[in-house]
Each structure stands twice: as structure tokens, then as C-alpha cells.
């Protein structure tokens, strides 16, 4: 029987599966910090040639590390990330680290650790650890130094707040986003400027150092358009585009000065912009490379700044924005090329920040308990996932289940059949070939018992079971019954023979049929499971996206939900047509033989039965 089956190819979006091995990886380092962690991954900054080389040290810098599946276990770790643990280089040292967004089920997070001053051609080698879910929380502080006086991540709803430890959180929304370039950003319409409120612990008096930086992504290069304003008409600091070149502008006292304009930028890419003041120079840097300055010092700053437009509301900005960092001080040059690179995501973000395979602890324990974590941790997500599934996916899987329960309970009991079968095909050939040596034992009432004679009983009951036992018999009634004819027996003709061989092939079909029943299960399993299951995925696709244009809410974490609960009817599915195809391919086979062996046998007895019953005019029956 020949099988068509439908094979459903679901397209998706295919996570990185990049683990930057770089050349020269610290071989031997610490012991393990902690037993109770079984998994490390070694962290490796790299600033000589082989990574991305800095002319300048970079004091401590708060480090991005991008986690996705295919990097890290995050069924092996806890569910929000809380077993996380960095160490130095000493393997004893735990660095302070924060985790932005932790994604567990979409198998993707960013963290940022506070790593120690890198200099320029030296590596820095760290180690994450991880795979305790019972862990607590780690209470080993900020990512971000004393000299950090706010920091916008933009990674949650409402107004965006202070991760810096400050609470300098704004007062004004924004308009999130929920894919930007680290995690979630924010977009500027035109008409949306986010408030930063004057506080005593951000006051700057004139002439004192300043770091700003921001990731940027202009969605129209105007003519006049301002990125961040601080300050009131008299006196500000205030950076923006004019057109495609960003620039720098201060007003203390007198007129504003305004930098050389920078090199243009593309619009709807993503740029890294950074100001750094000292007490008499202005300088922006673009990409972490310095573009353009100013011989200037910043005025007083104790009023409210804001981003996405001028103080007076006017030459608003259109596009995104995304890790605003403001420091109390004048970070070097290396700190501002390290932000730059690490954060892009770009291959040379790989090679300064290199993330190594994961070691398992040293003990076998340690190990075994990971694989046991890791392994639960894939089935859990899976009750996860059908928490979010909709009714009619739960139809569409019921279903299934049924489906596989019967094709189950079919193959089941068509094994133990077709054993019974063979068990009772090979008993009967043993006792077939003390027959078949003489087949004039057929002219009596007894030679029709001859097959099974003094055998045991329970080999008998066995060698009924067989379809050459039926097929036997078949043949022995039909001679008898010629033998018994009133009008004399004389031999079999050629018609004898062939009604007596289509008697035969009517007893093989049957057999045939019997073999073969119930198996239309496993077929209508192998073809009917994945559109039963593709069914529930399309149905829950479809009430998703219906959802998601009702309500608007276009974010990753409203959608991924719905279509993972969604594509589960169609593993279902696929549960019931995979086994389902190998079973039905299996039996069939087995079937096969069986009826190989049934016309074999059939020529055989055919072909005895000419030789030992010919007609006169062939000669006498052969006799002992």
C-alpha cells in the first residue's frame, strides 16, 4: 500500500547561532567558583588585534552580553534569570551585573556586568555561571559606577525609568518599542518628547565634566531636528541633527556656539552618538570615533532636559532611541569605542566580547543534575505554552490524541497477532514437511488430521493460528471431497487443479484481509494528523492576530504566546503521523512476508498435489 504524506514546512525566524571561539582564549583559568553552579560560560573582552584594539584604557565599563539559544541553556538556568553569577579574572571576585530583559520561553536576554578597567592590547577573562534555578536573587549591586548619574534601558511600559541606582525616572511615556537594538527602545513621533526632571543629585555647575551617549535611529533626516535639550533658553546643552550631520550646541552668557557639523548619517540606521565635556572642550563622538569638537565649556544644567525636542517643543526628532547614558564624568575615548562596538551586535561586537562554549562542573553529580534541569526545563515550557493555548487548538489536539490512542492500540494488538502468526506458520512448516512427503494421507478421515498429529495441544492451538494451517485445510477439504465422489475417484485433471488453486487464492485473500485489518488507522494517523494539526495552528494564527488588531498591542511578548500555544497543535500532529508512518511501515513489511509465504506455500501444495493424484492416462498415484 502506498502512503502519501503531507509534510507542512513552518517558516520562522532563525535565531543566531554564533559562539565566538576567538584565537588565543585564556586555556587555563580558575577553579569553580561555586559547586552549586554546575554550568560556566567563559567572557572574554578583547583588545588586541585579534578583538577590536583601543587606544585608550577603559576604566570600568558596564559590558552588554547578548544571550539566545543558541549561546546558552536557558532551560538549565532559572526562569527569570536570578542564578546568574559573574566572576574576574581571579575566578573569586563577583562583578555587579543587571539583568535588563530575561526571556526565558523566547530563549533570549541581555545583561549587563560591570567589568574592571580593560587596556589597550590586554584581555580581560571573565566567567558566567549559571544552572541553579533555586538560587536567590544576587545582591552584588549595580552595573554601573558611582560616576553613572542615569541610565534609560527604555525596556519597560510606561514612563521610562533610572536603572542607574539614582532613580532619575522620567515623568512623560514615550512611545515604546518593543523590538529595538537592545531589547526594547523608544520611538519619537514628533510630538512625544520624554521629560527628564531637574534633580539635586543631577545638577551640573558650569564647567563641570559630562558623558552623554545614546543609541540613535533617525526615521527622517529634517532640517533642524533636536536629539536631547538641557537646559533653559539662556543657557543649554543640546544635541541634534542638522539634516543628516549631528551636532553639538552649548549657550552659557552669551551667543550659542555650535560644533563643525559631523559626517552624515543614513537615515533609519542605527548610530551610536556620545558628548564628552570637560571644563574647557565639547567633543562628539559618532560610532566611538570623535568627529567633531568644540573649545567651549558647559554652562550650569539644573533645569529639566528632555529628549525628542527643543525646550520650547519645537524641532522635534523622528526616529528611536535606545540606552541613554548621562556620567558625571569625562569618559575616555576607549570607554566611548568599547560602548560602541560591544553594543552594535555587530561581528566586531563578537570578537571584543567573546563568549566561550559552556563547562560543566567537575563532578559527575554536578553534570547529571544540569542534564536532569535542562531536560525538565524543556518539558516545563511546554505546560507553558499550552497554558496560552485557545479552544479550538485544544479541539484540534484532542483530536489527535485520539487519533494516537487508536493507531496505538491497532499496532498493539496487530504485533501481537502477527507474532502469534509466525510462531504458528513456523510450528505448522515443521509439520508440514512429514506430509507433504506423502500427500495419499489426505484419502482418509485421519490423514485430514495428520498436520499436528501427537503434538502437544498447546502447539496446536498455536499452529491454528496460522494462515498456512488455513490454507491447508482448504486444500485437503477440496481433495477429499473429489476422493469421496460417488461417480469414483480417478486422479485430478487440470480443471480439478485449478478449481482446486482458485479455491486456494480465494482462502489467501481472506487471510490477506485478515492481516490487514485495522491498519486503515495508522493510515488515516499518518495522513489525516498533520492537517488536523495544522488546522489548530492556522485557527490560532488567525484569533492572534485578530487579537493583536483589535487591541493594537504589537509586541513580541502579546504574539509569541499565542503562536507558540498555536504551533503545538501542529506537534501534535506530527506526533500521530511520525510513530504512526514507522509502525505502518514496519507491519507491513512483517505482512508481506507473511503473505510471501502463503503463496509459496500454495505453489508448493499446487505442485505435490499434481504429482501425487495425476489421472490414468498421467499414470497411478504414488503409493508407500
Not at 556656539?257 to 563622538?285: I, K
Not at 492556522?538 to 487579537?547: H, K, L, S
Request: charged fraction near 15%.
Amino acid at each position: 500500500m502506498n502512503i502519501s504524506l503531507p509534510f507542512t514546512r513552518i517558516s520562522g525566524a532563525l535565531l543566531g547561532l554564533i559562539v565566538f571561539l576567538g584565537l588565543g582564549l585564556t586555556p587555563a583559568r580558575a577553579d569553580w567558583w561555586d559547586k552549586q553552579w554546575p554550568l560556566r560560560k567563559p567572557l572574554e573582552l578583547n583588545a588586541t588585534t585579534a578583538g577590536v584594539p583601543l587606544d585608550n584604557p577603559t576604566g570600568p565599563v558596564p559590558v552588554l552580553v547578548r544571550l539566545h539559544g543558541g549561546n546558552f541553556q536557558f532551560a538549565a538556568a532559572a526562569t527569570d534569570g536570578r542564578d546568574l553569577r559573574f566572576t574576574a579574572a581571579d575566578g573569586k571576585t563577583l562583578l555587579p551585573y543587571q539583568i535588563e530583559s530575561y526571556d526565558s520561553l523566547l530563549n533570549e536576554a541581555f545583561v549587563w556586568v560591570l567589568a574592571p578597567d580593560l587596556k589597550p592590547g590586554e584581555k580581560l577573562a571573565l566567567t558566567a555561571y549559571y544552572g541553579k534555578p533555586d538560587a536567590a536573587p544576587s545582591a552584588a549591586g549595580l552595573a554601573y559606577d558611582a560616576d553613572t548619574l542615569l541610565v534609560y534601558h527604555f525596556s519597560g511600559p510606561g514612563a521610562p525609568q533610572d536603572s542607574s541606582g539614582k532613580s532619575h525616572h522620567s515623568t512623560t511615556t514615550g512611545r515604546p518599542v518593543p523590538g529595538s537594538l537592545i531589547g526594547p527602545g523608544i520611538r519619537f513621533a514628533g510630538n512625544e518628547p520624554v521629560i527628564i526632571p531637574a534633580a539635586p543629585t543631577l545638577r551640573r555647575a558650569a564647567g563641570q565634566p559630562l558623558t552623554w551617549s545614546a543609541w540613535v535611529k533617525p526615521a527622517a533626516l529634517t532640517s533642524a531636528a533636536v536629539i536631547f535639550h538641557w537646559g533653559d533658553a539662556a543657557q543649554y546643552l543640546q544635541i541634534g541633527l542638522d539634516g543628516a550631520k549631528p551636532y553639538a550646541e552649548v549657550r552659557s552668557s552669551g551667543a550659542a556656539t555650535r560644533t563643525a557639523p559631523a559626517a552624515a548619517l543614513a537615515d533609519t540606521a542605527w548610530v551610536h552618538l556620545a558628548l564628552v565635556a570637560t571644563a574647557d572642550r565639547v567633543a562628539l563622538f559618532v560610532n566611538g570615533v570623535e568627529s567633531t569638537s568644540l573649545a567651549a565649556a558647559l554652562p550650569a544644567l539644573e533645569t529639566d532636559a528632555r529628549l525628542g525636542a527643543a525646550a520650547d517643543g519645537t524641532r522635534a526628532f523622528v526616529g528611536e532611541l535606545d540606552e541613554l547614558n548621562l556620567s558625571g564624568v569625562a569618559r575616555s575615548a576607549g570607554w566611548l569605542k568599547f560602548a560602541a562596538v560591544s553594543q552594535s551586535g555587530s561581528n566586531d561586537s563578537l570578537k571584543l566580547v567573546a563568549l566561550g562554549s559552556d563547562e560543566s562542573g567537575a563532578s559527575a553529580d554536578a553534570h547529571g543534575s544540569s542534564w536532569v534541569a535542562e531536560t525538565l526545563g524543556h518539558i516545563g515550557l511546554f505546560g507553558d505554552i499550552a497554558k496560552n493555548m485557545m479552544f479550538d487548538g485544544w479541539i484540534a489536539v484532542g483530536v489527535c490524541v485520539i487519533m494516537m490512542i487508536i493507531g496505538w492500540i491497532v499496532a498493539l494488538q496487530k504485533f501481537a497477532y502477527l507474532k502469534k502468526v509466525e510462531q504458528g506458520s513456523e510450528e505448522f512448516l515443521r509439520h508440514w514437511k512429514q506430509v507433504s512427503s506423502d500427500l495419499t494421507v489426505l484419502d482418509s478421515d485421519e490423514g485430514l488430521k495428520k498436520i499436528g498429529d501427537g503434538a502437544d495441544p498447546k502447539l496446536v492451538r498455536l499452529m491454528q493460528q496460522s494462515p498456512l494451517y488455513h490454507i491447508y485445510h482448504i486444500g485437503a477439504e477440496e481433495i477429499r471431497h473429489r476422493i469421496d465422489s460417488k461417480r469414483g475417484f480417478h486422479g485430478l485433471s487440470n480443471r480439478s487443479i485449478t478449481a482446486i488453486k482458485a479455491s486456494l487464492d480465494a482462502g489467501l485473500t481472506r487471510e490477506v484481509h485478515r492481516l490487514n485489518s485495522g491498519l486503515v488507522s495508522l493510515t488515516i494517523g499518518i495522513a489525516g494528523g498533520p492537517y488536523v494539526g495544522l488546522m489548530g495552528t492556522v485557527v490560532g494564527v488567525m484569533i492572534t492576530f485578530a487579537v493583536i488588531a483589535k487591541t493594537g498591542q504589537v509586541e513580541v511578548n502579546s504574539i509569541a504566546p499565542g503562536i507558540a500555544s498555536a504551533l503545538l497543535a501542529t506537534v501534535f500532529g506530527l506526533l500521530v503521523a511520525i510513530p504512526a508512518l514507522f509502525l505502518y511501515s514496519f507491519l507491513n513489511s512483517r505482512i508481506k512476508d507473511a503473505v510471501s509465504n502463503m503463496q509459496l506455500f500454495i505453489d508448493e501444495f499446487i505442485t505435490k498435489m499434481a504429482e501425487f493424484y495425476p489421472t490414468k492416462g498421467e499414470g497411478a498415484a504414488k503409493k508407500d
